[in-house]
């Protein structure tokens, strides 16, 4: 009955556990040999036949036998006497193979055998999540939202395995509850006491690199490279791209026909504004390209120290810029270059919209003198410190700063 059940426990590992017969074989082997050579001191002349399908398992024993006074080893030989007890046949030299029943065993040592055998397909399994995910690093996965908490996410693909995306690893947009499909890329795959770890990432760049792959063909097929991308999750995101095939314009093919193509990449990404430039050698032509889409009037380089001095009209500084700085942060990751921007001195003459000041005025104090008529540098100018401190809500201080910084535009 014990030899029944435990064969019928393997046919369950087999079933719930997705163990393909090779591997289960060679588990089976390993865990019978494993208790053979702990009783008999070695299990070298043992035959283990396992036919999982059917159940049935058989453990036989290989002896060779030896005259009666000749027995070294009883695990290895036997006495012809005891041999023609099965045989009479029997002669010196030749084996005897005779079937060792797991009901010769005890109960103690058939529970320790099955305890082995679950620790050893744990085993199995953890190394074959921790092999299978490994090849995965840098491939997009998409699971269902198990169990969402204040630092991480939990994760269940197909399979039930567990994976985890952090809060860092999350566009901060990013909202899920159980349930919820989440796609995402493999970024780091561990062991942590004996436990494989799957890290995700959807604020990885080679998460967006992928989605590209996925959404333009030219790209998966290696006729457009990605040159380098840099990202500010959830806030935006510049690629270079470069063709080597003069026939095809790999910005044009990224975006897509009405930006069919980036639309979809845009959505998953909680709406971060992507911007596409063609990849080019020359750096001040690269600077120019990723700080769209402001246009600049000229350009100074500094190769050793790797600094550019870029110049524009005043009404491009805010567009160079950009919402939180982010055109100029990621233009300067993107190019390699640290970037500075300044208003384009032939224009002093001009006018300057008072927005354009955005990056060294605080925009609650721009609004608060547009609500007075103020909208340009000059007509915030034109009235004295005072005058502009009674009519508005600012403090005298703040109105000299900003009375300071307007009059360096026209220096």
């Keep these: 009955m014990e030899h029944i059940n ?22 089976l082997e390993d865990v019978f040999k494993h208790m053979l050579a702990k009783r008999f001191g070695s299990s070298d002349n043992f035959d283990i036949i396992v036919n999982i399908d059917k159940g049935d398992l058989e453990i036989w024993r290989n002896r060779v036998i030896v005259d009666d006074n000749a027995v070294e080893d009883p695990n290895a030989q036997v006495a012809l006497s005891e ?14 193979s005779e079937e060792i029943k797991l009901l010769d065993f005890g109960r103690r040592e058939i529970l320790a055998i099955r305890q082995n055998l679950i620790s050893k397909i744990q085993e199995y399994e953890k190394d074959n999540i921790f092999r299978k995910y490994k090849e995965k690093i840098g491939e997009i996965v998409s699971g269902e939202v198990y169990q969402v908490w204040k630092k991480e996410i939990l994760v269940l693909d197909d399979e039930s395995i567990e994976l985890i995306l952090p809060k860092s690893e999350q566009i901060p947009s990013d909202f899920y509850r ?24 959807r604020t990885s760049p080679v998460f967006l690199e992928r989605l590209f792959e996925s959404e333009v063909p030219e790209v998966y097929d290696g006729l457009i490279s990605i040159k380098n991308i840099v990202r500010v999750p959830g806030e935006r995101a510049k690629l270079a791209v470069e063709s ?10 990224c975006v897509g026909m009405k930006g069919s193509r980036i639309h979809g990449i845009v959505r998953e990404l909680k709406n971060e504004n992507i911007d596409v430039i063609n990849f080019t050698t020359n750096p001040s032509l690269y600077i120019q ?6 246009k600049i009037t000229s350009i100074v380089i500094d190769e050793p120290t790797k600094k550019a001095d870029v110049y524009m009209k005043p009404d491009q500084v805010s567009l160079a810029i950009g919402k939180g700085g982010f055109n100029i942060k990621l233009a300067g990751k993107l190019t390699g270059y640290e970037i500075d921007v300044y208003r384009d001195t032939d224009v002093d003459n ?17 609004d608060e003198l547009k609500t007075i008529g103020c909208d340009t540098a000059k007509s915030v100018l034109g009235l004295d410190v005072q005058e502009l401190v009674n009519r508005t809500d600012l403090e005298e201080e703040t109105v000299n700063e900003v009375v300071r910084i307007i009059k360096s535009e026209f220096e």
Excluded at 15 to 25: A, G, L, P, S, V
Excluded at 83 to 96: C, H, N, Q, R, S
Aim: aromatic fraction near 8%; avoid cysteine.
């Design 6 to 27: 435990l064969v019928e426990t393997f046919s369950e590992f087999k079933e719930f556990k997705n163990i393909d017969r090779e591997t289960m074989m060679r588990i």
């Design 350 to 366: 001009e006018d300057v919209d008072l927005q354009e000041f955005s990056d060294e005025i605080d925009q609650w104090i721009i």
């Design 244 to 253: 080597y095939d003069d026939r095809i314009d790999p910005v044009g093919a």
């Design 289 to 294: 390209r990723a700080l769209s889409p402001a």
């Design 83 to 96: 041999a023609m007890k099965t045989e009479p046949d029997f002669e010196v030299g030749e084996e005897l």
């Design 178 to 201: 159980k349930g919820d499909t989440i796609r995402a890329v493999v970024s780091k795959v561990e062991m942590n006491n004996n436990n494989p770890v799957i890290i995700l990432s």
